[in-house]
T-cell receptor
Framework: QKEVEQNSGPLSVPEGAIASLNCTYS??????FFWYRQYSGKSPELIMS????GDKEDGRFTAQLNKASQYVSLLIRDSQPSDSATYLC?????????FGKGTSLLVTP | GAVVSQHPSRVICKSGTSVKIECRSL??????MFWYRQFPKQSLMLMAT?????????EQGVEKDKFLINHASLTLSTLTVTSAHPEDSSFYIC???????????FGPGTRLTVT
């Protein structure tokens, strides 16, 4: 079992819709979770961090964490074509980050 | 804030030569820096963790004599790929953190092509 799992996609949503990205992790003791956005050929950019159960909102982005289910999600409201990218879920492991393979999101005009 | 730079952004070298990549934190002091490698359509794989003034900690399977890491100051870490081979061609990305409990901020990456 991979430590951080994501559906590779692509996930296609129409412009203005809500995009829902999911991530599961295997280490029940994990405490810190992150969502990064990566455009093709570029390095990852931090979008959200979440440390406690529940929702955390920042603009159009909402991260949701359920430690009992070992599940993290990212919701993007009012999706824009510029949101088209690969979204990486990362879980802190010791001092470093353990990344999922990423979900490719395509927002169609 | 939290800007990390990398240099060069792209490098092409011949097999057998060495290449040095620099990673700098521009507006904060990075006690810890990380080096990742990403092959096409794969996720980021951690290569090593370096703390300022200490020897780097390498992940299993990463040759420390091939990938030399130096973290001599709180704003600069370097990765030297020694005797590079075509299979070392990859996207190398550094990240920096003001402390172990903080988020990591990524540099723009260096695309290495070994011919």
């Amino acid at each position: 079992q991979k430590e951080v799992e994501q559906n590779s996609g692509p996930l296609s949503v129409p412009e203005g819709a809500i995009a829902s990205l999911n991530c599961t992790y295997s280490d029940r003791g994990s405490q810190s979770f992150f969502w990064y956005r990566q455009y093709s050929g570029k390095s990852p950019e931090l979008i959200m961090s979440i440390y406690s159960n529940g929702d955390k909102e920042d603009g159009r982005f909402t991260a949701q964490l359920n430690k009992a289910s070992q599940y993290v999600s990212l919701l993007i409201r009012d999706s824009q074509p510029s949101d088209s990218a690969t979204y990486l879920c990362a879980v802190r492991k010791g001092y470093a980050l353990n990344f999922g393979k990423g979900t490719s999101l395509l927002v169609t005009p | 804030g939290a800007v990390v730079s990398q240099h060069p952004s792209r490098v092409i070298c011949k097999s057998g030569t060495s290449v040095k990549i620099e990673c700098r934190s521009l507006d904060f002091q990075a006690t810890t820096m990380f080096w990742y490698r990403q092959f096409p359509k794969q996720s980021l794989m951690l290569m090593a963790t370096s703390n300022e003034g200490s020897k780097a900690t390498y992940e299993q399977g990463v040759e420390k004599d091939k990938f030399l890491i130096n973290h001599a100051s709180l704003t600069l870490s370097t990765l030297t790929v020694t005797s590079a081979h075509p299979e070392d061609s990859s996207f190398y990305i550094c990240s920096a953190s003001p402390g172990l409990a903080y988020e990591q901020y990524f540099g723009p990456g260096t695309r290495l092509t070994v011919t």
